[in-house]
């Protein structure tokens, strides 16, 4: 006979969680605005005062993305479903897709790709480098793929990647643009529609500083069109977007049931959209920018060197600074945290063990924090026996 196996006793013990500076590539911080909203009392997915809500979710999404798109909702997870959602629509089997690969991202987006079906072409620029337009029309005259990929914020090599004229070029090869902008949207310029961005994406945890689990992501006409136009069908019924177009209202028909949405996360990403539009965009952009060049300004000044060199395609939001040689950077990021309560993130990839990547995004995007992450990473490089010139 069956035996109901014993209760875990953990479960009846309160959860104990820390207060900790995460100033790592993200999550970042969410303020205790954003938290209460996680906290409001729960709706059901269709009715009207939480479809509103989405409806506002939209209207932040367009802001941030400076875009008019009818086709603008969020998908119900974390940044990378956001991106396996743009593959799965934009992308029949058989067709060919370009990733323009300077970090993970791209990696992983072809590898994405290559799992739908596609066939995932790569051109490559080492980590803390970015493409121009020369470089990006040769890719496209040697594929001629129908998809282009680009990562905005790209966070394992600290970089932002120039878009204006890329779309022009892809369109001139029938070539649609997709943008991954989730370690950068809200902390650097961005214009989808005037930079002819034909899907971008992006994710709740960064610059919008709310919880993880519902991320933005806008379509064009041209994107629109490549969705419906499809000669087979989507393959992911959950990111099928002619189901959550209608989902979240972009249709005139009245909305149907497709799944439940993360109505905890929306609340929040509601709030974080809406303290983005109180503080400005263009202020936010100011203020990434000279958050930035105060962490760079102070590690310098330890000694340290910054691991892009091109200032003008440093990212804000996420900063690489090399580890000096004999210098375990996990005992460097161990003692901020032990000692501080502090996140210093390490390397990814090629740069894993070689830098540590210090993240200054929304809600933790302040002189204080910046100095905060300064006095930490100091003391502990005293700490291992590095010779700080503070």
Known sequence: MSSVSNPPQ????????????????????????ILSASALPMLGHLHPEFTKIMDEVKEGTRYLFQTRNNWTVCVSGTGHAAMEAAVCNLLEPGETTLACVNGLWGERYA??????????????????????????EEG??????????????????????PLEGVGKICHRYNCLLLVDSVA???????YADDWEIDCIYTGSQ?????????????????GKEKVLKR???????????NHLSNYWGCEDNPRRYHHTGPIMSVYALREGFSRLVEEGLENSW??????????????????????????????????????????N????????????????????GAQAGKIWRIGIMGYNATPDNVNRVLRALSEALKHVGFKSRL
């Not at 207060?19 to 590539?25: F, I, R, S, V, Y």
């Not at 950068?184 to 961005?190: D, E, H, I, K, S």
């Not at 993880?212 to 992501?217: C, D, F, K, L, N």
């Not at 950077?329 to 990814?348: F, P, R, T």
Request: aromatic share 6%; proline share 8%; glycine share 8%.
């Open 10 to 33: 953990s479960l009846l013990r309160p959860m104990v969680i820390p207060q900790k500076l995460l100033m790592g590539p993200g999550p970042s911080n969410s303020s205790p605005r």
């Open 111 to 136: 590898d994405m790709a290559r799992r739908n079906g596609a066939i995932a072409q790569t051109i490559h620029k080492p980590m803390g480098q970015v493409f121009n337009l020369q470089e990006i």
């Open 140 to 161: 496209l005259q040697k594929y001629r793929p129908v998809l282009l990929f680009l990562t905005h914020g790209e966070s394992s090599g600290s970089t932002v990647q």
């Open 184 to 190: 950068a949207a809200g902390g650097v310029p961005l």
């Open 206 to 222: 960064k610059v919008l500083s709310a919880p993880p689990g519902a991320s933005p992501i806008s379509f064009s006409e041209k």
């Open 231 to 241: 000669k087979t069908p989507v393959r992911s019924f959950y990111f099928d977007m």
């Open 286 to 327: 100011v203020t990434h920018k000279k958050c930035a060049e105060m962490l760079h300004e102070g590690v310098q000044k330890m000694g340290l060197e910054l691991f892009v060199q091109d200032k003008s395609v440093r990212l804000p939001c996420v900063t690489g600074v090399k580890v000096p040689a004999g210098v």
């Open 329 to 348: 950077w996990k005992e460097v990021a161990d003692y901020a945290m032990n000692q501080y309560k502090v996140e210093i993130s390490g390397g990814l």
